[in-house]
């Protein structure tokens, strides 16, 4: 997430929700919306063990540093950096 939003990649939430529904992860009888989307995103960042997702993820990264970023504060905030593609 924070690649893509670092990138200002847009989300196609279009090709998410076929992903989510591939996979099993989104069920809804309605389409994907951008605030249902979110919502999903807020509950989840809520429920990540963030010192275990460290634990993790500390051989992958170059920059221990960048470790103590990791909080449900700035991944919401990440969250909320998210932009997404227009369906024209």
Do not use: C, Y
């Not at 200002?8 to 009888?29: M, V, Y």
């Amino acid at each position: 997430m924070v690649w893509f939003v670092s990138r200002k990649i847009p989300l196609n939430l279009t090709d998410l929700e076929a992903r989510l529904r591939q996979s099993g992860h989104f069920e809804g009888k309605k389409s994907l919306e951008k605030e249902s989307f979110m919502a999903m995103l807020q509950e989840r960042i809520s429920n990540v063990d963030f010192e275990n997702a460290k634990k993790d993820m500390r051989p992958f990264i170059k920059d221990q540093a960048a470790l103590s970023l990791w909080n449900d504060t700035f991944f919401k905030h990440i969250a909320s950096l998210i932009t997404f593609l227009s369906s024209a």
